[in-house]
């Protein structure tokens, strides 16, 4: 099913370009595990593809189901919810992201965390910033320093900018700590690459 927007209003059309849902939504989504989330009248629910509300419009912001958990928001804080409207992570967070390799970033009294798909927390509220997880790892802000950390919040590696020496990795170095590769390694390093 695809989405459409007319003067405003979303609508949905099947495969063959019939109208199946109605313009009469402010905001929708495609449809995610046969649920799509919509607004309407100043509230987001969720519908499914013959246009039946399954979730009453009653959250001041809603998000896709990623990982069988939808972000919404209620009285400005965040929480998620599944897919039969049970409030599995109440809201509780000033702020959230949607969950990545089984964790989401929230926010909780001016500092960032980990929280799993039950809530319980996994990574300590102590970063004044959280990034996806991706392939295991997930990038933090502490202060000015942005780095890597794994799921058991254990340094990975700094983050690199453009311009700075490559990074080793943080296995084998003394405490785990990533060492920058010297100009002479760099060099022999790029020397090496150009006579294969």
Not at 43 to 54: F, M, S, V
Not at 100 to 114: C, D, F, I, P
Request: hydrophobic share 30%; glycine share 12%; charged share 30%.
């Amino acid at each position: 099913m695809c989405k459409f927007g007319v003067r405003n209003k979303h609508h949905f059309i099947n495969t063959k370009g019939v109208l199946a849902i109605p313009c009469e939504y402010d905001d929708a989504s495609l449809f995610n595990g046969g649920l799509a989330k919509v607004m309407k009248y100043g509230k987001y629910g969720y519908i499914d593809t013959k246009g039946h509300t399954e979730i009453a419009f009653k959250y001041d912001f809603a998000d896709d189901f990623i990982q069988g958990r939808a972000r919404i928001q209620v009285a400005g804080k965040f929480g998620f919810i599944n897919s039969n409207d049970s409030a599995v992570i109440p809201c509780i967070y000033e702020m959230a992201n949607n969950f990545s390799e089984g964790l989401a970033a929230v926010r909780q009294n001016g500092k960032w965390g980990y929280i799993d798909l039950s809530g319980k927390t996994i990574i300590p509220f102590e970063y004044d910033m959280c990034f996806f997880f991706v392939n295991g790892v997930g990038k933090v802000r502490k202060g000015t320093e942005e780095f890597y950390i794994d799921k058991k919040n254990k340094f990975v590696k700094e983050e690199v900018s453009k311009g700075e020496p490559e990074l080793e990795s943080a296995k084998g170095t003394p405490g785990g700590q990533p060492k920058k590769k010297d100009r002479q390694e760099q060099e022999r390093e790029r020397k090496s690459k150009g006579d294969q």
